[in-house]
């Protein structure tokens, strides 16, 4: 009668034996290249390589296939694969002003030097679906124009020109940038290390949280300075070599927020700024990221902390997606041991109040802990 | 991409090893102080026992045997994947007897079978913090740790006596470590508290998403918390285990029908597999007449009391009764 819990070997087995199948699922369809991920579900890879840490595409897209389209199990399958590999060096700084940029648009200023560049954009698309994209229908090649030589300086630094916003701010010249995949994170932080960890953070988290401060928890009139997308130049300094030696280049989107700022005891009134910066093309993270960072500097700019928003380790404790999601769904693991204890306790507890209800009305006087 | 799947002895690198030890030599150092250490992501889940599995990878070595338990048995799901990851990874033996592992990694309970010296128990923990549903701030119960500023703890103790006539907490049950830390020693049930009281065998602690690695050393004063005249008790059972007739173990509630039928079994699976095989086994002695053998109150208990040869006050030992 009683059947103990045994085969869990073959149980696994099996289990993953039906999940590979029902991830490829009907056989006359043809499966899913790479390379077809990698071309025409761009974003959500750059997501994957966003928020899994790990700039490669072609894992990502591997991820995402592997994970049936969940994302956030294909960003823990590159975090645990990234995790494994050696560091051997810390890049230069990227240089977001010298951006090969394919989308830069301005909210502040209707003009500005390198113009505003719309790129390849959602935002002025009619939402409704398009039966000739099922129909596998052709699309036309992309206008093009001879480049403009002209730079595209970053707005933050235009408007550093006029003291009105608060610069770009100088760390120690010994401050070594920090590194939170390997050190553990002690709060309170150091903003470089705040930043790694929103620039990983869940997009939906912090979309969220970048909304509730515009709806008034720990507003902080923002405007999109800036939000660029192009590619950028990587560097290594080897110690063996007297100038730097480029990489390759990636593609980023950084967003600039300026938010108005009347002054505190510790800073004069100006623009200050929240900063955002991601994997690949994830207009939304990086804007959202920029919201939090600049509600997360509430106590360096002297602001009262009262929303979630402004609050550090409520922020970034929780904005880990792959923590959450495995704490979350552990809850599906056994546990029998503990649920016996509380039940235990539970009965014991219920007989008492049974007893007493059955036993009538008591001294009211008695000591609580009697 | 073909060299995606080549990893190191035991999934981790070395240098991550070596991270790991130190912050495992510190937990040993000050036993019951939360170490910090840099966790990495695991290839199974933040919550499915990855701080236990970086512990165990970083301290495991060819020769070792290990056993992996979860809720007392060796035979559910996340235990068999955890033992078949170390089978795959680090090619070591691995076991379900107790006594012949040198590794143990367990999620929620202690073996019933005494530990020896020389022995590892690993412990996979949620949440390692024991002040953190009263303070939820990191920074806050870090000063109160190194203030040794518990009275939040013996007032939320106090409440439950005050309100529910006794201490309502019934596992994750909070300890004292050498006079100095107040210790989480994971959600195991109270009932395995006093087992880790000067146990023989090396215990570790792993919080992988938590990133905090704690110890306790072998011979380690172990005491839960309580008041004089609400002594610390251990869970005990009306009935003997259904399978094996053994008292004074842990038992899981077995639901047999739907019209209230249950039985009770060992959570220790190994345990009651080993007394049903052997019954006239000195090491029950003498209890292994199946259900309903011997009188409870006559009877002394598991083995584990020969491990507390020295209750340090009179709460602990309750269980013996």
């Known amino acids: 009668m009683y059947v103990a819990v045994k085969g869990g070997e073959a149980a696994i087995a099996n289990a993953h034996r039906l999940l590979a199948d029902r991830r490829r699922g009907d056989r006359s369809v043809p499966a899913l290249r790479l390379d077809q991920i990698v071309e025409q579900l761009a974003l959500g890879v750059d997501r994957v390589m966003s928020e899994g840490s790990l700039y490669d595409r072609e894992l990502a897209a591997l991820a995402v296939v592997q994970a049936r389209g969940d994302l956030i199990e294909a960003i823990f399958l590159v975090r645990a694969y990234r995790t494994t590999l050696p560091r051997f060096g810390y890049s230069n700084p990227v240089d977001t002003g010298a951006m090969r940029v394919e989308r830069r648009v301005s909210a502040t200023y209707k003009d500005l030097p390198g113009g505003q560049l719309l790129g390849p954009t959602f935002d002025y698309t009619h939402r409704l679906l398009d039966p000739e994209l099922a129909a596998g229908a052709d699309v036309a090649e992309p206008a093009r124009r001879e480049s403009e030589a002209e730079p595209m300086p970053r707005v933050s630094a235009i408007l550093a020109h006029e003291g009105l916003i608060e610069p770009d701010g100088d760390m120690p010249r010994d401050h070594v940038a920090g590194d939170i995949t390997r050190e553990p994170l002690e709060f309170p932080m150091a903003r470089d290390i705040r930043l790694q960890a929103l620039s990983r953070g869940d997009e939906g988290f912090l979309l969220a949280l970048g909304y509730s401060t515009q709806r008034g928890y720990a507003r902080n009139h923002p405007f999109v300075g800036e939000v660029r997308i192009g590619e950028v130049e990587l560097e290594l300094d080897v110690p063996e070599l007297p100038f730097a030696v480029p990489l390759g280049s990636i593609r980023v989107t950084e967003c600039q927020m300026v938010n108005q700022f009347k002054g505190s005891a510790k800073a004069p009134p100006q623009f200050t700024r929240g900063y955002g910066l991601v994997f690949g093309q994830s207009e939304r993270k990086a804007m959202a990221m920029a919201l939090c960072d600049r509600a997360l500097r509430a106590s360096e700019l002297g602001e009262d902390v009262v929303a979630a928003a402004q609050d550090e380790e409520f922020v970034i404790s929780h904005a880990d997606n792959v923590q959450a999601t495995g704490f979350v769904e552990h809850l599906k693991l056994p546990h029998y041991v503990d649920f016996q204890a509380e039940l235990d306790l539970v009965r014991r507890m219920r007989a008492e109040y049974d007893a007493r209800a059955n036993a009538g009305p008591v001294d009211e006087k008695r000591e609580a802990a009697e | ?321």
């Open chain 2, 1 to 321: 991409m073909t060299d995606i799947a080549t990893y190191n002895f035991a999934y981790l690198d070395e240098q991550t090893k070596r991270m790991i030890r130190r912050a495992i030599l510190k937990g040993i150092a000050i036993p019951g102080y939360q170490v910090p250490f840099a966790s990495r992501e695991m290839p199974m889940p933040y919550g499915w026992g990855t701080g236990g599995v970086q512990v165990t990878a970083s301290i495991i070595g060819p020769d070792d045997v290990l056993k992996v338990i979860d809720q007392g048995a060796d035979d559910t799901t996340n235990a068999v994947s955890i033992r078949a990851f170390f089978r795959k990874v680090a090619n070591v033996a691995v076991t379900t007897d107790t006594a012949s592992a040198t590794i143990i990694q367990t999620r929620h309970r202690i073996p019933e079978h005494p530990l020896a010296a020389g022995q590892v128990l690993v412990f996979q923990v949620p949440i390692p913090e024991p002040l953190r549903f009263l303070e939820p701030r990191e920074t806050e119960t870090r000063k109160m740790h190194a203030l040794e500023e518990y009275g939040l703890m013996h007032v939320k103790l106090y409440e439950d006596i005050a309100r529910h006539g006794r201490i309502a907490t019934t596992y994750a049950y909070p300890v004292k470590v050498e006079g100095r830390y107040v210790m989480d020693p994971s959600p195991t049930p109270k009932f395995d508290n006093p087992k880790m009281h000067r146990s023989p065998a090396l215990q570790l602690f792993g919080a992988g998403r938590e990133k905090r690695i704690y110890a306790l050393p072998p011979f380690t004063d172990v005491v839960s918390l309580d008041f004089e005249d609400h002594p610390f008790e251990v869970q005990t059972f009306d009935q003997p285990c259904a399978l094996c007739g053994a008292e004074n173990v842990y038992l899981d509630e077995v639901i047999l029908d739907d019209h209230g039928g249950h039985m009770f079994v060992c959570s220790d699976t190994d345990h009651c597999e080993k007394r049903r095989a052997d019954p006239a086994s000195p090491l029950w002695e003498g209890r292994a007449g199946g259900a309903g053998a011997g009188d409870q109150a006559a009877t002394p208990a598991t083995p584990i009391p020969a491990l507390r040869a020295d209750p340090p006050h009179e709460g602990e030992g309750k269980e013996a009764q």
